[in-house]
């Protein structure tokens, strides 16, 4: 019997989602649009669509995750994709296997899309070089996590109708954050204003050049802020080299009721999880339904990767 | 070997201030007989082989003060013939070898063992560098006074740097009274630790780890004020930014005699040029700001600059094609530094004079041998290059081992024509 010749070669190109670097507004626009039809859906008793019916969706996690992991599984299987999950972390790697050499092992079981969150930064455009199928960051290195600032995008309209003219504080470790990185360049291309806040020991170099306005002090940064977004300390962070230490974080950078009054007056507050509670946000205002956006976050996380998902996949 | 002539050529020869169209006989001893403008045909012996290099110009042998060629150890990314190759077809004579190999080169036996593998494998000059410390340890100092009677003509950790100040003290002193020439990386490892491109706007967006210029400028700081209390034969392999050069001007002002290097790497590229994790880019020291390179080029000019070298470091594809932070760190360029340098000549950055001056003369004053001078009775190592020759950068094409370069695709004008060693040719372009 003849062998089917691959002609996986002449394919077209697929695209993919390395970063929000990459997108055009339009693009950015048209995954909010598509995801807002899906926030209905999740929220419906009967979930499962069969959009993508007969694709495979391999997500490929060389970093230990539970939220976003778990969000694109479920973004995958309520589309009807067949999702294989697989934790790079302990396997074929750890046996001194390349990136490329499971690419291209991957490759050859035709999947249609690949999830991929690694520790280094640009894995998934080395990934997507190699591979037929498309390609979406689930966040690389301190890179960017465009699927998170997408989800929070879509979280800020959900409650304020629009991004444009908002003013956005981000705060915490700017310098470690991926989530950082995708929400600035985000945030700026939907019109906002962005502003930085955090120890000068965590604030990368050269920021302000990516569009931002950078402060060392809450008061100053927050002022006339709609948005505050906290990010996470690292535990090996908070110590030693970069800090003097939890407590003194917390003092001048945690947030806590009093220094959220240096915001507007109906600011909301955001997380991209998992919380340090008593670190960078003060554990009562976390839970504060009225300011904090902490679990619409999660729950709009699966729409706007079940929009990703269903524009890349093809 | 019969006689030679080379005739009608510019030749350019920084060590006795020639720049002139003239001839070159070259003895049946592979000896420079006569040189320059006065020289006639009937100079020569009738029997004597002619050369006509009309349109082209003549330099000494280029001198690359830092090269990694693989052997022992490293055979699939670079060995002595490749090398050789490589460096003939881009006009270098003669090398400085790092001894960064697997085993290092720190010991008696070793050097034997290159020396003679190298005269046996290599055609080029090689001069062989051993390590600072033994195994690159950054501990105890090698064997300067031994491995100098052996044919090591300088001792460097190659891409590693001495932290211990104590150890660098005691090396600096030894080295003061013994006249060994001490070639040092600077680099402090805890501010360039992770690090693998500068510390800037580029490494911010590409979300990698960078390595600040302070980095640099603490251990040229520290080695310089060392000096003056051990003035010893004292080198900086390579710099790469501004402030470095800052500290080295202060310095120089003050009188302190040392030695400065940089690669062309840092002077013809960028940050920039790392573009989307071109791993190619990654080299040690990172690529800076336009500013660095533009400062350093002016460094050339000014002298505080003496040598280019072209940091030839051949890495296979296997090393390379990883995420950014994990990829191996280096490129190939030994075949391109002639060309690459030309660059500043054609783009009116630098005197075609001082890029000769810098690749020839001036390394071979700062390790104390008798070459980069084309003078009456020196060996007849000679490039001859057509200066306007425009040609593209193919690494395929490249005679390295490793096609490793950062310049892969970028269009030059310059190419090497011929290159002599002991007046034999043995390199011309096809």
């Given at each position: 019997m003849a062998v089917q010749k691959n002609t996986s070669a002449i394919k077209s190109q697929p695209k993919h989602l390395l970063g929000i670097q990459n997108l055009s507004i339009q693009e950015a626009k048209k995954i909010l649009e598509e995801a807002k039809a899906f926030i209905s859906l999740n929220r419906s008793p009967s979930k499962k669509l069969d959009t993508l019916r007969g694709k495979t969706q391999i997500n490929l996690f060389f970093e230990p995750s539970t939220r976003t992991q778990s969000s694109f599984d479920l973004a995958g299987k309520r589309l009807g994709a067949d999702v294989m999950t697989m934790n790079v972390g302990n396997s074929a790697l750890k046996k001194g296997e390349t990136l490329i050499d499971t690419a291209m092992t991957l490759n050859a079981m035709h999947p249609d899309i690949i999830v991929i969150r690694h520790q280094d930064s640009g894995a998934p455009n080395l990934l997507s070089q190699k591979v037929n199928c498309a390609v979406v960051n689930a966040g690389d290195g301190r890179r960017e996590h465009p699927t998170q600032a997408l989800l929070d995008a879509l979280t800020i309209i959900n409650r304020k109708k629009t991004i444009e003219g908002l003013k956005i504080a981000i705060c915490g470790d700017i310098l470690h954050s991926r989530v950082a990185r995708s929400n600035i360049y985000l945030m700026n291309m939907l019109g906002a204003e962005v502003n930085v806040i955090g120890p000068k020991t965590l604030m990368p170099k050269s920021i302000e050049r990516l569009g931002v306005k950078s402060f060392t002090d809450m008061k100053k940064g927050l002022d006339k802020c709609d948005i505050v977004m906290m990010l996470r300390l690292q535990n090996e962070r908070m110590q030693g080299s970069f800090l003097p230490s939890k407590r003194e974080y917390y003092e001048f950078f945690g947030l806590t009721p009093e220094k959220l009054k240096f915001a507007s007056k109906d600011a909301l507050i955001m997380h991209p999880g998992p919380m340090n509670r008593g670190v960078e946000i003060d554990t009562k205002l976390a839970d504060d339904i009225n300011v904090s956006l902490v679990k619409e976050q999660v729950e709009l996380g699966v729409a706007v990767r079940m929009a990703c998902l269903k524009i890349y996949c093809k | 070997m019969k006689e030679k002539i080379l005739i009608n050529a510019r030749i350019i020869d920084p060590s006795q201030k020639m720049d002139e169209k003239g001839s070159i006989i070259i003895?049946?001893?592979?000896?420079?007989?006569?040189?320059?403008?006065?020289?006639?045909?009937?100079?020569?012996?009738?029997?004597?082989?002619?050369?006509?290099?009309?349109?082209?110009?003549?330099?000494?042998?280029?001198?690359?003060?830092?090269?990694?060629?693989?052997?022992?150890?490293?055979?699939?990314?670079?060995?002595?013939?490749?090398?050789?190759?490589?460096?003939?077809?881009?006009?270098?004579?003669?090398?400085?070898?790092?001894?960064?190999?697997?085993?290092?080169?720190?010991?008696?036996?070793?050097?034997?063992?290159?020396?003679?593998?190298?005269?046996?494998?290599?055609?080029?000059?090689?001069?062989?560098?051993?390590?600072?410390?033994?195994?690159?340890?950054?501990?105890?100092?090698?064997?300067?006074?031994?491995?100098?009677?052996?044919?090591?003509?300088?001792?460097?950790?190659?891409?590693?740097?001495?932290?211990?100040?104590?150890?660098?003290?005691?090396?600096?002193?030894?080295?003061?009274?013994?006249?060994?020439?001490?070639?040092?990386?600077?680099?402090?490892?805890?501010?360039?630790?992770?690090?693998?491109?500068?510390?800037?706007?580029?490494?911010?967006?590409?979300?990698?780890?960078?390595?600040?210029?302070?980095?640099?400028?603490?251990?040229?700081?520290?080695?310089?004020?060392?000096?003056?209390?051990?003035?010893?034969?004292?080198?900086?392999?390579?710099?790469?930014?501004?402030?470095?050069?800052?500290?080295?001007?202060?310095?120089?002002?003050?009188?302190?005699?040392?030695?400065?290097?940089?690669?062309?790497?840092?002077?013809?590229?960028?940050?920039?040029?790392?573009?989307?994790?071109?791993?190619?880019?990654?080299?040690?020291?990172?690529?800076?700001?336009?500013?660095?390179?533009?400062?350093?080029?002016?460094?050339?000019?000014?002298?505080?600059?003496?040598?280019?070298?072209?940091?030839?470091?051949?890495?296979?594809?296997?090393?390379?094609?990883?995420?950014?932070?994990?990829?191996?760190?280096?490129?190939?360029?030994?075949?391109?530094?002639?060309?690459?340098?030309?660059?500043?000549?054609?783009?009116?950055?630098?005197?075609?004079?001082?890029?000769?001056?810098?690749?020839?003369?001036?390394?071979?004053?700062?390790?104390?041998?008798?070459?980069?001078?084309?003078?009456?009775?020196?060996?007849?190592?000679?490039?001859?290059?057509?200066?306007?020759?425009?040609?593209?950068?193919?690494?395929?094409?490249?005679?390295?081992?490793?096609?490793?370069?950062?310049?892969?695709?970028?269009?030059?004008?310059?190419?090497?024509?011929?290159?002599?060693?002991?007046?034999?040719?043995?390199?011309?372009?096809?």
């Amino acid at each position: 019997m003849a062998v089917q010749k691959n002609t996986s070669a002449i394919k077209s190109q697929p695209k993919h989602l390395l970063g929000i670097q990459n997108l055009s507004i339009q693009e950015a626009k048209k995954i909010l649009e598509e995801a807002k039809a899906f926030i209905s859906l999740n929220r419906s008793p009967s979930k499962k669509l069969d959009t993508l019916r007969g694709k495979t969706q391999i997500n490929l996690f060389f970093e230990p995750s539970t939220r976003t992991q778990s969000s694109f599984d479920l973004a995958g299987k309520r589309l009807g994709a067949d999702v294989m999950t697989m934790n790079v972390g302990n396997s074929a790697l750890k046996k001194g296997e390349t990136l490329i050499d499971t690419a291209m092992t991957l490759n050859a079981m035709h999947p249609d899309i690949i999830v991929i969150r690694h520790q280094d930064s640009g894995a998934p455009n080395l990934l997507s070089q190699k591979v037929n199928c498309a390609v979406v960051n689930a966040g690389d290195g301190r890179r960017e996590h465009p699927t998170q600032a997408l989800l929070d995008a879509l979280t800020i309209i959900n409650r304020k109708k629009t991004i444009e003219g908002l003013k956005i504080a981000i705060c915490g470790d700017i310098l470690h954050s991926r989530v950082a990185r995708s929400n600035i360049y985000l945030m700026n291309m939907l019109g906002a204003e962005v502003n930085v806040i955090g120890p000068k020991t965590l604030m990368p170099k050269s920021i302000e050049r990516l569009g931002v306005k950078s402060f060392t002090d809450m008061k100053k940064g927050l002022d006339k802020c709609d948005i505050v977004m906290m990010l996470r300390l690292q535990n090996e962070r908070m110590q030693g080299s970069f800090l003097p230490s939890k407590r003194e974080y917390y003092e001048f950078f945690g947030l806590t009721p009093e220094k959220l009054k240096f915001a507007s007056k109906d600011a909301l507050i955001m997380h991209p999880g998992p919380m340090n509670r008593g670190v960078e946000i003060d554990t009562k205002l976390a839970d504060d339904i009225n300011v904090s956006l902490v679990k619409e976050q999660v729950e709009l996380g699966v729409a706007v990767r079940m929009a990703c998902l269903k524009i890349y996949c093809k | 070997m019969k006689e030679k002539i080379l005739i009608n050529a510019r030749i350019i020869d920084p060590s006795q201030k020639m720049d002139e169209k003239g001839s070159i006989i070259i003895d049946g001893k592979g000896k420079i007989k006569m040189i320059g403008k006065n020289v006639k045909k009937s100079d020569a012996i009738s029997s004597s082989e002619v050369i006509d290099l009309k349109n082209y110009i003549v330099i000494p042998g280029i001198v690359d003060m830092k090269a990694f060629v693989g052997e022992p150890g490293y055979e699939y990314k670079e060995n002595f013939r490749t090398l050789s190759q490589a460096a003939l077809a881009g006009g270098v004579t003669s090398v400085v070898t790092m001894p960064n190999t697997k085993p290092i080169i720190d010991n008696v036996s070793m050097v034997d063992f290159i020396i003679r593998r190298g005269r046996d494998k290599a055609s080029i000059n090689l001069f062989p560098c051993a390590s600072l410390t033994r195994e690159i340890s950054g501990n105890e100092m090698s064997e300067f006074g031994l491995l100098s009677k052996k044919g090591i003509i300088g001792f460097t950790d190659a891409i590693k740097t001495v932290q211990n100040t104590e150890t660098m003290s005691k090396i600096m002193d030894y080295a003061s009274d013994i006249g060994v020439l001490i070639m040092q990386h600077v680099e402090d490892y805890e501010l360039s630790k992770n690090g693998c491109i500068n510390n800037g706007e580029v490494s911010t967006r590409l979300g990698l780890e960078g390595i600040s210029y302070i980095a640099e400028k603490i251990i040229i700081e520290r080695d310089l004020s060392l000096l003056s209390e051990f003035p010893c034969r004292y080198h900086i392999n390579q710099i790469s930014s501004k402030d470095s050069l800052d500290v080295i001007k202060r310095n120089k002002e003050k009188g302190l005699k040392f030695s400065v290097g940089v690669s062309i790497n840092n002077l013809s590229l960028n940050e920039n040029d790392i573009g989307d994790f071109k791993t190619f880019l990654k080299l040690s020291p990172p690529l800076r700001l336009e500013d660095d390179r533009t400062s350093l080029v002016s460094g050339i000019k000014s002298g505080l600059i003496d040598v280019i070298v072209s940091d030839h470091t051949p890495e296979d594809e296997e090393g390379k094609r990883l995420p950014f932070a994990q990829a191996a760190t280096g490129a190939i360029g030994i075949e391109t530094l002639l060309p690459l340098a030309l660059e500043m000549h054609h783009n009116e950055s630098l005197d075609l004079t001082k890029i000769i001056e810098t690749l020839t003369i001036n390394p071979a004053k700062i390790l104390k041998i008798n070459k980069g001078t084309i003078k009456k009775g020196s060996d007849a190592d000679i490039c001859v290059f057509d200066l306007d020759k425009p040609w593209a950068v193919k690494g395929d094409d490249l005679k390295s081992k490793s096609k490793n370069t950062a310049i892969e695709g970028r269009k030059l004008q310059g190419k090497v024509f011929m290159t002599f060693l002991n007046g034999d040719l043995v390199f011309k372009s096809k």
